[in-house]
């Protein structure tokens, strides 16, 4: 989710209510950026229409060419570079290298994945961080509205009569 | 939320048609085949294990769902649990091979038996076969028909107290199989190679057993919806059970690789000649088992929309049903039959024969109960489980 430098911010108490209140907010034709729980919500990316996220196809793609590739590099290796004999086998011993590729399919697979959800949700090593509400991680169930962009209501005190009216609490808001 | 199954009349027609079709390739079988008779008992013996296999695996889903205390399933477990009706019949049949045993394994021949078959005539000999048999019966009877007992008892008793004793029985039934699924596997299966042994044999037979056993679990409750029935189980129901489909054909094909490995890399002799048997003279069924276990429900099940989707679920556990067929096929027959084993309308028109035989049962004990276990404590979980 990409960061904002231009938002409101609200929080409820519980996940239950901050389901009933994003329910009320997306009727009243408020978009909401993102949010932040200390636990997963059961339901809240259905809520929030989010899209599937990407990452499986990403790890397909990597474990593929992992697979492949660590294929190659054995067939090269024991073929070509540096072919030794071993046990009367043939230097094109297929079934040796099986484990090999499998478990680097899997390695290579797991940081394909790894770098892509770090670079598509913005953390990791040498990302800036934004911290919306410090209690974020503990007990708050946090709203975030752009104010910036995709936000058909674009006047910050309506939004914010609306999140009072809803229950939310500690309504900040950023510029 | 109490839904009976009711076995239609055109149901039953269809399956018994389908016991006259194993019957009569049966008959025509023993006219055909009179000098071979290895032939009829190493079919009889492949279906009977093959299909008893699915029964116990299912009892094994049972348990190993109810000592883990996992919820999901607790809205589909009447399917599996129905699966214990199977295994007297299948005891039954299993006694048959007692008029076979000559013609399946040459280690009854106690009159020319070798020096390494006569060391190993203290386990393999016929009192001891036939005994461990009846106890392997005797104890899955007991305790399958237990699970089964009380978990329709508490349908009329709202009490937890059903529930708990049952977990004994499935704590019991998860130790007991742990020991009978890889012995069983070394009578009926490993000694018709006798001379050749593999430590991987037991885990590689169950995993194959298990992954059968989930895709008929799976097919049953797909044609039960298909046909107006319990309508409570969700996608996710059905991803979760694709899960399994996924996850246990590697954990199979892990295994069979693993045993396949090993003989190929230390390359001794007395170990080798059963793969080279099963390549040389049975090639396309040798590798047709890798794709259609491995390959195919790797590459389908995958993504999670095709284990959602009811046609392609459907479809890859069918195909599944028929690939472990194969696999026990190369198991038995090359070892019992010889090199001029092949597939034709006995081994088809046999298997059908049971196919009828085994789902005639599985319906029939499904009328005496409810579908739903209206009582289970995790049933209400298993209505909302949500992937």
């Known amino acids: 989710m990409k960061r904002t430098n231009n938002y409101i911010t609200a929080y409820f108490e519980d996940d239950d209510d901050l389901k009933v209140g994003i329910k009320s907010l997306l009727e009243k034709k408020v978009t909401i950026h993102d949010v932040l729980t200390p636990f997963a919500v059961h339901g809240l990316d259905h809520l929030l ?79 800036k961080n934004v911290i919306y509400d410090e209690r974020v991680t503990d007990d708050r169930f946090l709203i975030i509205i752009d104010l910036e962009k995709d936000n058909s209501i674009n006047d910050k005190e309506k939004i914010k009569e609306i999140l009072k009216e809803i229950g939310a609490k500690g309504i900040t808001i950023k510029e | ?31 055909i085949y009179k000098d071979h008779p290895e032939k009829i008992w190493s079919n009889i013996l492949l279906n009977n294990y093959y299909f008893l296999a699915i029964a116990l695996c299912g009892i094994f889903f049972v348990a190993v769902h109810k000592i883990a205390d996992s919820g999901w399933q607790a809205s589909l477990i009447r399917i599996p649990e129905s699966f214990a009706s199977y295994i007297p019949i299948a005891a039954i049949l299993m006694f048959l091979i007692y008029f076979g045993m000559h013609d ?66 499935a704590a019991l039934f998860v130790v007991l199989f742990a020991i009978t699924s890889s012995t069983m596997s070394w009578d009926w299966l490993l000694s018709i190679d006798a001379h050749w042994y593999s430590t991987m044999f037991g885990w590689y037979i169950f995993s194959g057993a298990l992954v059968t056993s989930i895709a008929a679990i799976t097919l049953i409750i797909l044609y039960l919806r298909k046909k107006g029935y319990m309508q409570y189980i969700t996608e996710s129901h059905l991803h979760d059970l694709g899960k399994y489909l996924f996850g246990f054909s590697i954990m199979w094909a892990y ?3 693993v045993q396949f ?36 429900p790797f590459f389908v099940l995958m993504s999670r929309g095709s284990k959602m989707k009811t046609s392609i679920l459907a479809t890859i556990a069918a195909i599944i049903l028929i690939g472990h067929w194969i696999d026990l096929y190369l198991v038995i027959m090359p070892g019992s039959v010889g090199n001029s084993a092949s597939v034709g309308f ?7 024969g049971y196919a009828g035989l085994f789902l005639y049962v599985i319906f029939n004990s499904l009328t005496k109960a409810s579908l739903v276990p209206v009582n289970h404590p995790f049933l209400e979980e298993s209505l909302h489980y949500e992937t």
């Open chain 1, 49 to 127: 229409n989010f899209k599937r996220s990407r990452i499986p196809k990403v790890g397909f793609i990597s474990g593929m060419v992992g697979g492949v590739s660590t294929l190659l590099f054995q067939t090269w290796v024991f073929t070509k570079a540096w072919p030794l004999n071993i046990g009367g086998k043939p230097f094109f011993a297929l079934p040796s290298f099986i484990p090999v590729t499998f478990e680097l399919s899997v390695l290579i697979a797991a940081f394909g994945m790894i770098a892509a959800y770090f670079i598509s949700s913005n953390i990791g090593p040498g990302s």
């Open chain 2, 1 to 31: 939320m109490n839904e009976k199954f009711k076995f239609e009349k055109s149901q039953k027609i269809t399956f018994i048609l389908l016991i006259v079709v194993g019957l009569l390739s049966l008959t025509a079988g023993i006219l």
């Open chain 2, 104 to 169: 399946i394994y040459h280690w009854t021949h106690t009159e020319s038996l070798d020096h390494i078959l006569q060391g190993k005539t203290a386990y393999l000999n016929m009192p001891f076969f036939f005994i461990r048999m009846f106890i392997y019966f005797a104890l899955w009877i007991l305790v399958s028909y237990g699970l089964r007992r009380l978990s329709i008892k508490s349908d009329f008793e709202n009490d937890n107290k059903h529930f708990n004793k049952s977990r004994t029985y």
């Open chain 2, 255 to 257: 295994l069979w690789f």
């Open chain 2, 261 to 296: 490995l090993f003989i190929w890399y230390a390359n001794i002799q007395e170990e080798t000649v059963y793969f080279v048997q099963r390549l040389e003279h049975f090639p396309i069924l040798f590798y047709a088992n890798v794709i259609i276990n491995l390959v195919l």
């Open chain 2, 346 to 352: 006995l081994e088809i028109g046999l298997s059908i």
